[in-house]
């Protein structure tokens, strides 16, 4: 039979070791929080073939007395705490007293400190958890400590760190997040007796100085890039940088979040960054954000993981609707073209200006472009509080003035096409054009009796001409502009459908003989499941036996395409991924999905009119740079780019 025994002490702390000391950087990490926490306004980091071999952190803070060295290295021993209560006020960045014991017990140990009041300095040396006793050591004020020949004694450790320059990446990333939280202190950071960081201290913590040591950490081309957010909700105040779409990642790492003061990873608050930039990127790509949020310490769990990287909130859906209404109202006020375009670079401030829609309804600012700010902000912040898609949206009252109205767009089979129902009619008779609908194809009949919308070029001095069917070129004031067709009308579409399918408006059309579609055994039960859902977009579905489903309604605007078509690529988006889907994103993409399909295809001969029609609906759109993917809609070259292609300058 087993026997129950204590574990001696080295083993506890070399478990204790292997949860918070993972690699150098995890050294690197807990002796800055250490520093920070200290009051250091300078801290130096020398790191040798990746911080294997050496690990020197030396500040400038308070220090710490000789005689409570010893105890600095036993684990659970801090001063940064006293009793349970303070774990729900943590107001530090460290505080479990487990740093320093961990990595003394696997490495080769020294700490020397000192205390302003203190005539000398002291010095501690412990070899794998073993200490020796505390000697005299001439020093300054603050502390160092040198880590050498990390993981000595666990080789199994060793084994899986790699290459000194993924150690050295590793460490960088970890100083980076202790820099931007503590941007009043200096920070350098060299590698083998190279500089890769000096980072002076800045005069406030404020967002134009932060900008600053950010532009230090990852380029002055980031940095220009950036857009200040700013926010307060019930004592929670949100702060700092988004970049515009077109600054954007393959995966998320330049998303840095700062909780008072501390750098964490929240997976509710990543996704509220995501749906921020929903129909702004492409898919895969990831925003870039340095932000930090303020609240009371009372109001987040920091005690729930060892390296204290993620937190648990007591009202995250609270910050979710912050951080996602913060950022999109800050877009509706701001151009969102990349620099360089005759939009110019993104302003740092911008004022508002008027966008009509937005989820999907007709926005403030319609016709009204002196609208008050703040009433521009509280209608984009009801929009954007929790709104779900599996809901129709209630009517919202619009501030003040005309509403902008979308003219009429008009289905035209190509010639020679027959429809595609079975006789060709709906239960109604063929499709007729319904006011407000635009589809497959445009004619462009604009109703005269409505104006340009405010501060929109005239579409007749527009003199836009389609190049290879495929885009439009137009003259602007900075220089000619190049559109995408597809693009810019999948947009278009996209927008007015949504707001169709939030306002349970979507014009449908019942088919007189429904169509049969076969379907995988997989196939089908995701479509029969997810009737409502696909019901919400115009497209009824029921069981007909076997994989087979019968399609008894389909959305008026779709009457170019083959229902079977349609179904088969939104059921495919049904079953993609493995999981249950989430209704907002899923019906997200099947609006994306149907406004692709419907919208002007790369090739298609547009007319004048059409051309016209075209840009005209453009400026009715919360967002016409991009399309619904995230793909931009237009590219423009400024009179500066094509003298010089010309050798003009």
Same mark, same amino acid.
């Given at each position: &039979?087993?026997?129950?025994?204590?574990?001696?002490?080295?083993?506890?702390?070399?478990?204790?070791?292997?949860?918070?000391?993972?690699?150098?950087?995890?050294?690197?990490?807990?002796?800055?929080?250490? !520093?920070?926490?200290?009051?250091?306004?300078?801290?130096?980091?020398?790191?040798?073939?990746?911080?294997?071999?050496?690990?020197?952190?030396?500040?400038?803070?308070?220090?710490?007395?000789?005689?409570?060295?010893?105890?600095?290295?036993?684990?659970?021993?801090?001063?940064?705490?006293?009793?349970?209560?303070?774990?729900?006020?943590?107001? $530090?960045?460290?505080?479990r007293g487990e740093a320093l014991a961990s990595i003394a017990e696997v490495s080769r140990f020294v700490m020397r400190s000192r205390t302003a009041d203190a005539a000398s300095g002291a010095e501690l040396r412990v070899h794998g958890g073993v200490a020796e006793g505390v000697a005299p050591a001439g020093c300054p004020v603050? $502390?160092?400590?040198?880590?050498?020949?990390?993981?000595?004694?666990?080789?199994?450790?060793?084994?899986?760190?790699?290459?000194?320059?993924?150690?050295?990446?590793?460490?960088?990333?970890? &100083?980076?997040?202790i820099a931007l939280a503590a941007p009043q202190t200096h920070f350098t950071l060299s590698h083998n007796g190279r500089v890769v960081h000096d980072l002076p201290g800045l005069p406030t913590s404020e967002l134009p100085h932060w900008r600053e040591r950010i532009g230090r950490l990852f380029g002055d081309e980031i940095a220009a890039a950036l857009v200040p957010v700013e926010s307060e909700n019930?004592?929670?105040? %949100?702060?700092?940088?988004?970049?515009?779409?077109?600054?954007?990642?393959?995966?998320?790492?330049?998303?840095?979040?700062?909780?008072?003061?501390?750098?964490?990873?929240?997976?509710?608050?990543?996704?509220?960054?995501?749906?921020?930039?929903?129909?702004?990127?492409?898919?895969?790509?990831?925003?870039?954000?340095?932000?930090?949020?303020? &609240?009371?310490?009372?109001?987040?769990?920091?005690?729930?993981?060892?390296?204290?990287?993620?937190?648990?909130?007591?009202?995250?859906?609270?910050?979710?609707?912050?951080?996602?209404?913060?950022?999109?109202?800050?877009?509706?006020?701001?151009?969102?073209?990349?620099?360089?375009?005759?939009?110019?670079?993104?302003?740092?401030?911008?004022?508002?200006?008027?966008?009509?829609?937005?989820?999907?309804?007709?926005?403030?600012?319609?016709?009204?472009?002196?609208?008050?700010?703040?009433?521009?902000?509280?209608?984009?912040?009801?929009?954007?509080?929790?709104?779900?898609?599996? #809901?129709?949206?209630?009517?919202?009252? +619009?501030?003040?003035?005309?509403?902008?109205?979308?003219?009429?767009?008009?289905? #035209?089979?190509?010639?020679?096409?027959?429809?595609?129902?079975?006789?060709?009619?709906?239960?109604?008779?063929? !499709?007729?054009? +319904?006011?407000?609908?635009?589809?497959?194809?445009?004619?462009?009949?604009?109703?005269?009796?409505?104006? #340009?919308?405010?501060?929109?070029?005239?579409?007749?001095?527009?003199?836009?001409?389609?190049?290879?069917?495929?885009?439009?070129?137009?003259?602007?004031?900075?220089? &000619?502009?190049?559109?995408?067709?597809?693009?810019?009308?999948?947009?278009?579409?996209?927008?007015?459908?949504?707001?169709?399918?939030?306002?349970?408006?979507?014009?449908?059309?019942?088919?007189?003989?429904?169509?049969?579609?076969?379907?995988?055994?997989?196939?089908?039960?995701?479509?029969?499941?997810?009737?409502?859902?696909?019901?919400?977009?115009?497209?009824?579905?029921?069981?007909?036996?076997?994989?087979?489903?019968?399609?008894?309604?389909?959305?008026? +605007?779709?009457?170019?395409?083959?229902?079977?078509?349609?179904?088969?690529? %939104?059921?495919?988006?049904?079953?993609?991924?493995?999981?249950?889907?989430? !209704?907002?994103?899923?019906?997200?993409?099947?609006?994306?999905?149907?406004?692709?399909?419907?919208?002007?295809?790369?090739?298609?001969?547009?007319?004048?009119?059409?051309?016209?029609?075209?840009?005209?609906?453009?400026?009715?759109?919360?967002?016409?740079?991009?399309?619904?993917?995230?793909?931009?809609?237009?590219?423009?070259?400024?009179?500066?780019?094509?003298?010089?292609?010309?050798?003009?300058?």
């Amino acid at each position: &039979m087993p026997t129950i025994r204590a574990l001696p002490s080295s083993v506890v702390n070399k478990i204790a070791a292997g949860e918070v000391i993972e690699r150098p950087a995890s050294v690197v990490k807990e002796l800055l929080e250490n !520093a920070v926490d200290a009051g250091a306004t300078r801290v130096d980091v020398a790191i040798e073939r990746g911080g294997v071999d050496l690990i020197r952190i030396s500040d400038n803070g308070c220090g710490i007395a000789a005689d409570e060295l010893p105890l600095a290295v036993t684990n659970h021993a801090t001063s940064k705490i006293a009793s349970a209560d303070d774990l729900f006020r943590v107001g $530090t960045l460290g505080f479990r007293g487990e740093a320093l014991a961990s990595i003394a017990e696997v490495s080769r140990f020294v700490m020397r400190s000192r205390t302003a009041d203190a005539a000398s300095g002291a010095e501690l040396r412990v070899h794998g958890g073993v200490a020796e006793g505390v000697a005299p050591a001439g020093c300054p004020v603050g $502390t160092t400590i040198e880590v050498r020949d990390l993981f000595y004694n666990v080789p199994v450790r060793q084994k899986f760190l790699r290459t000194p320059g993924t150690e050295i990446g590793h460490i960088t990333e970890a &100083m980076s997040r202790i820099a931007l939280a503590a941007p009043q202190t200096h920070f350098t950071l060299s590698h083998n007796g190279r500089v890769v960081h000096d980072l002076p201290g800045l005069p406030t913590s404020e967002l134009p100085h932060w900008r600053e040591r950010i532009g230090r950490l990852f380029g002055d081309e980031i940095a220009a890039a950036l857009v200040p957010v700013e926010s307060e909700n019930q004592g929670v105040r %949100l702060a700092g940088f988004v970049a515009g779409p077109h600054e954007s990642r393959s995966n998320n790492r330049l998303q840095y979040l700062l909780l008072n003061g501390r750098a964490i990873r929240d997976r509710s608050l990543q996704h509220a960054l995501g749906e921020a930039y929903r129909g702004l990127l492409l898919t895969g790509r990831y925003p870039i954000c340095f932000l930090r949020l303020d &609240m009371p310490p009372e109001l987040v769990d920091v005690n729930v993981h060892p390296t204290k990287l993620e937190v648990r909130f007591q009202d995250g859906g609270r910050l979710y609707s912050q951080l996602l209404g913060t950022i999109r109202t800050k877009f509706l006020s701001t151009d969102l073209k990349a620099p360089g375009t005759d939009g110019g670079d993104l302003p740092a401030a911008g004022g508002f200006r008027p966008f009509p829609q937005l989820g999907g309804s007709a926005g403030p600012g319609a016709g009204a472009p002196e609208a008050d700010a703040s009433e521009l902000v509280n209608w984009a912040k009801r929009e954007l509080s929790q709104q779900r898609f599996d #809901q129709p949206a209630e009517p919202r009252p +619009m501030p003040p003035g005309e509403p902008l109205v979308l003219h009429r767009f008009r289905n #035209q089979p190509p010639e020679g096409a027959a429809p595609h129902g079975p006789d060709g009619t709906s239960d109604s008779g063929p !499709a007729a054009p +319904m006011d407000g609908q635009i589809d497959g194809r445009i004619d462009g009949r604009i109703d005269a009796a409505h104006n #340009q919308p405010t501060g929109a070029p005239h579409v007749g001095a527009a003199k836009a001409i389609q190049l290879h069917n495929r885009y439009l070129i137009v003259e602007s004031q900075a220089g &000619m502009e190049v559109i995408d067709q597809h693009a810019l009308h999948e947009r278009i579409l996209y927008e007015q459908l949504r707001a169709k399918v939030l306002g349970g408006a979507l014009e449908t059309q019942r088919l007189l003989v429904p169509e049969p579609v076969d379907f995988t055994p997989a196939e089908a039960a995701a479509a029969l499941e997810n009737r409502a859902l696909l019901a919400q977009l115009g497209v009824a579905v029921d069981p007909f036996g076997g994989d087979t489903v019968l399609v008894s309604s389909y959305p008026a +605007m779709l009457a170019n395409l083959p229902p079977a078509e349609v179904l088969r690529d %939104l059921v495919e988006r049904l079953i993609s991924g493995g999981r249950a889907p989430d !209704a907002r994103d899923l019906l997200d993409e099947l609006l994306h999905t149907i406004s692709c399909k419907a919208a002007v295809k790369y090739g298609d001969r547009l007319s004048a009119e059409e051309v016209d029609a075209l840009l005209a609906h453009r400026h009715l759109t919360e967002n016409h740079h991009h399309c619904p993917h995230g793909r931009p809609t237009a590219l423009v070259f400024t009179c500066d780019d094509l003298d010089r292609r010309f050798q003009r300058i």
